[in-house]
């Protein structure tokens, strides 16, 4: 273990929101006087109807529930716009940066940002959108996408955001699971020089999707588009005939705001449901305390909107505290790996929150595309989406930040809306590496396999105890397949999938995934969604895909395919399986590998022995490691794979 210790700058222990002793007082009071804490800290927001109970939660199956500040009401877009008219409406609330470095950057103010997500949320509602119908959000990093997401919330439709790099099928899967009748997209979008079809592709899905009725197409690039006559509408065009004012709909704070697709351990991405109050009110109070934030500074999360990170701390945590959000188009190494550092001179960014994956990348590079630029600006380093090696946090912090900058190694999940375990700049000494300590009211333990709590120094099964107000609802449509995925592993526990240990000095440090689902540069993948999508193949018989390692991406895909009987393996079926992959799910599940696998080491009962798969796909073949194989149907079936392990 690393024995490093970057202690609290000092004018970060005299200037942070949260000193050390703020947060001690502070967590003490979220968990002994819960329900207070929780109903003072709702006042960050602005209430229609201020809620008068807090928590009203239950990990328990008979009265199993997440329920949070139920009697108040509000509007989420009026908490991230109007409040902010009366003293910042000419205050820039997006800065967005294009593709194209010499392409010019807009700056949209509150105001503007106000009146654009008022003419949208008329324009769907004039498409017949009313509140708590599904929209289904297919758009690149350009500002319609915010916009687009704060006009669902004011008028109280469901957003459910799929990320621009999925495939056709991929996104007529979540259209149809949630039964959107109506997607938002572009012409195309623009990623590091090369467009994406988003159009094209919403035409090929709406082959499979009979419920999708409309679709409201975003001009961006001015690329060729075919629009269906009857079904598909110009966003300018519809914009153009409406107000540019729509009075915000009141929301219970139990309403839906949000469905997001993720990757669990079955092959079907599931909705994980946020709902309005509790999810604002976390995303806004981590924003503020976690980030540091104060008015004024120009912050930057570089995630895409297709997942939660760009919807926690894009949109909703930055406009709820009347911030400025940077929304960068592009990718962190185009043109050149010195880009995002340009980007950060450019707009004079204090505060930037990447994924480790995108560090490793750019690090790999070189120091001298770093040193080449100012980044005086930095006053504060974010990252998200996977546990962050010693190298790369230590070059983040040394080169990147020059050695000043404190480093925020934010662990939380889809599910969990906002951060959840992470230091606090003005409260706590770093570790590279170690995501540090719970946030106000989160009630993490360590469990061994038999559900046995781990006290000091330990590792195991990391669980949180309690709700919190940014705890996901239900997964849409299926409330018991909600219940069954994440209390029922260890009742009385919402059961987070990571394992993690907490050292001697109480920090905690996050291990990994400890079900079926890899990690490829900080997105969710599941294992079952790539063996799903190879198996679809004709001349694949059988799929067992595990993680291994990756310099850059963190985890790369390996899969294991067995094939038909009279189907020879061959270079060229390799590579149609692989493009076959990307077009099934999309190019963020490219396989990294495929071994053609006569068999897999299965045990008696014909279950898949994946510890098996994964050490061999690590390279790590000794006998120690396979360990007993005794158990297995066909033990020979190993030592083929360890003969033909591939890289
Ligand atoms: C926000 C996000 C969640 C999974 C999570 C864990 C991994 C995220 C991490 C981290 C170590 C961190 N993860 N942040 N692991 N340190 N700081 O990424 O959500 O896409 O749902 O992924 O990502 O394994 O369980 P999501």
């Known amino acids: 273990m690393s024995q490093d210790v970057y202690p609290v700058p000092i004018e970060w222990a005299e200037k942070a929101r949260v000193d050390k002793a703020a947060y001690d007082a502070m967590v003490r009071a979220s968990l002994e006087d819960a329900d207070a804490f929780w109903l003072d800290q709702a006042r960050r927001l602005d209430w229609i109807t201020p809620p008068t109970k807090a928590n009203e939660s239950s990990f328990a199956e008979e009265d199993f529930a997440i329920r949070w500040f139920a009697d108040g009401e509000l509007n989420v877009s009026a908490n991230c716009l109007d409040r902010h008219l009366a003293t910042r409406a000419d205050q820039v609330a997006i800065i967005w940066e294009p593709d194209d470095p010499a392409a010019e950057p807009r700056r949209i103010t509150y105001a503007e940002l106000h009146a654009e997500v008022c003419r949208f949320a008329n324009v769907l509602t004039a498409q017949g959108v009313k509140k708590g119908d599904r929209v289904t959000v297919y758009l690149p990093m350009i500002p319609e996408a915010a916009v687009a997401l704060l006009a669902c919330a004011r008028i109280g439709a469901v957003h459910s955001v799929v990320f621009g790099g999925f495939s056709p099928e991929a996104l007529a899967g979540r259209i149809t699971d949630c039964d959107s009748r109506i997607v938002i997209t572009a012409d195309e979008g623009r990623r590091g020089g090369k467009t994406v079809p988003l159009k094209a592709n919403v035409d090929k899905a709406a082959a499979h999707t009979p419920c999708l009725k409309s679709v409201i197409v975003v001009k961006a690039t001015g690329g060729a588009v075919t629009m269906s006559e009857g079904r598909d509408i110009w966003y300018h065009e519809a914009a153009a005939s409406v107000p540019a004012t729509c009075d915000p709909t009141p929301m219970s704070a139990e309403d839906p705001l949000f469905l997001l697709y993720t990757s669990g351990s079955t092959g079907k991405p599931k909705g994980v449901l946020h709902t309005s109050g509790g999810y604002l009110l976390w995303a806004a109070m981590t924003f503020e305390t976690v980030f540091d934030y104060h008015q004024g500074q120009v912050y930057w999360c570089a995630a895409d909107i297709g997942w939660v990170t760009g919807h926690s701390y894009i949109v909703y945590g930055p406009l709820a505290n009347g911030g400025t959000s940077l929304m960068y188009e592009g990718v962190p190494n185009w043109p050149d790996a010195s880009r995002v550092w340009q980007v950060v001179d450019r707009h004079q960014v204090e505060i930037v929150y990447l994924a480790p994956t995108a560090l490793r990348s750019l690090m790999k590079e070189g120091d001298h595309l770093v040193t080449a630029t100012s980044r005086k600006s930095l006053k504060l380093l974010g990252t998200v989406g996977e546990p962050i090696n010693p190298e790369a946090w230590r070059w983040y912090h040394d080169v990147v930040g020059e050695g000043r900058c404190p480093i925020v190694d934010t662990w939380w999940q889809t599910e969990t809306g906002g951060h959840m375990i992470t230091p606090l700049p003005g409260a706590h000494a770093l570790k590279p590496g170690s995501a540090t300590a719970p946030f106000f009211g989160v009630e993490p333990y ?202």
Do not use: C
């Open 446 to 647: 360590l469990l061994d396999p038999e559900g046995k709590r781990l006290e000091g120094k330990a590792e195991g099964n990391l669980v949180i105890a309690r709700s919190w107000p940014g705890q996901m609802r239900t997964v849409w449509g299926d409330h018991d397949r909600f219940f069954q995925t994440y209390f029922t592993t260890y009742p009385g526990y919402y059961t987070t999938g990571d394992g993690a240990r907490r050292d001697e000095d109480g920090y905690w440090w996050i291990t990994g995934r400890v079900d079926d689902v890899i990690n490829v540069s900080g997105h969710r993948m599941g294992t079952a969604e790539v063996e799903s999508a190879l198996v679809l193949h004709e001349d694949v018989a059988e799929a067992a895909v595990v993680g291994m390692p990756h310099d850059v991406k963190g985890q790369g895909i390996y899969a294991y395919v067995t094939l038909n009987a009279g189907v020879e393996p061959s270079d060229a079926l390799r590579k149609t399986l692989v493009q076959w992959v990307r077009q099934e799910i999309g190019p963020i599940a490219t396989p990294d590998a495929i071994q053609f696998a006569p068999g897999l080491p299965k045990t008696r009962s014909g279950k898949i022995m994946r510890r098996i798969l994964r050490k061999i796909a690590e390279g790590d073949t000794s006998a120690a490691a396979l360990g007993d194989t005794s158990t297995l149907a066909e033990p020979a079936v190993v030592e083929d794979l360890v003969a033909n392990r591939v890289g």
